[in-house]
């Protein structure tokens, strides 16, 4: 049995203990200077805050780069990769306090693995569907969801050309990114929706905003910094 997808309640972007993410993108800026791109993003990928600083200028005034790194503290970087975020820290390490140079670089989750968190959900609840249907006599639909997992490649080149359109090649590394995030965290609750409608599915939990492991991240990056802040 389904129930009507408006009847679902899977929270959109509030999600209690995590603060977000963060992205880190080393490229040109709108003149061709070297520079460094800083987004923060909600726990579901919204931007709430973009800075764009020269790396000429962080050696003048280092206390502006200072200032906007600290927003990101509590938060997970995220990128493709983990070696491009400790790349980009690398350039600015000497300008950052260590102890925030080290819960940054503790803190750095990929969108393949948020990917495969997802995947591996979606296995999880069609295992569960055909175990309810094997001991029912009622007819049960295969459960269906909204939008099929996209492969790495594909993400990567809808989320760049979704922000051909940036005023600089390091901004629109930045979006990109937060666009892949934004996706990865809709896939799941687009995941969670399908799951949800299926009456005896629910037993497995409540709507979450995000998967568990990627959850507890967010929310470790939390508590680490809380605890080095008492």
């Known amino acids: 049995m389904e129930e009507p997808e408006n009847e679902l309640s899977v929270p ?3 999600v209690p203990g ?5 992205v880190l993108a080393v490229g040109p800026d709108s003149s061709g200077g070297d520079a460094l791109a800083v987004w923060r ?6 931007a709430g805050g973009a800075w764009v600083v020269r790396f000429d200028e962080v050696e003048r005034e280092p206390e502006q780069l200072r200032r906007i790194m600290s927003m990101l ?6 990128d493709w990769d983990e070696a491009k975020p400790n790349d980009a820290l690398a350039r600015i ?3 950052l306090p260590a102890e925030l140079l080290t819960a940054l670089r503790g803190n750095i989750l990929t969108i393949p693995e948020l990917l495969a968190e997802t995947t591996e959900h979606r296995s999880i609840y069609t295992a569960a569907v055909e175990q309810h249907r094997a001991g029912t006599r009622s ?4 459960l269906a969801w909204p939008t099929e997992m996209p492969d790495q490649q594909a993400l990567m080149t809808w989320t760049a050309r979704a922000n051909s359109t940036a005023a600089s090649p390091v901004a629109a590394t930045a979006l990109a990114l937060t666009a892949a995030v934004a996706s990865a965290a809709q896939l799941w609750q687009d995941t969670e929706q399908a799951r949800y409608r299926r009456v005896y599915l629910r037993s497995l ?4 905003p995000l998967p568990p492991r990627w959850l507890a991240w967010l ?3 939390v508590a680490s910094t809380s605890l080095v802040s008492a």
């Open 12 to 14: 959109v972007d509030y």
């Open 18 to 22: 995590a603060r977000g993410h963060g």
């Open 41 to 46: 993003l909600s726990p579901t990928g919204r």
């Open 73 to 78: 503290q509590d938060r997970c970087l995220v």
């Open 93 to 95: 390490s000497e300008f």
């Open 139 to 142: 007819k049960i639909a295969p």
């Open 205 to 208: 939990g409540d709507p979450q």
């Open 219 to 221: 929310r470790e990056a």
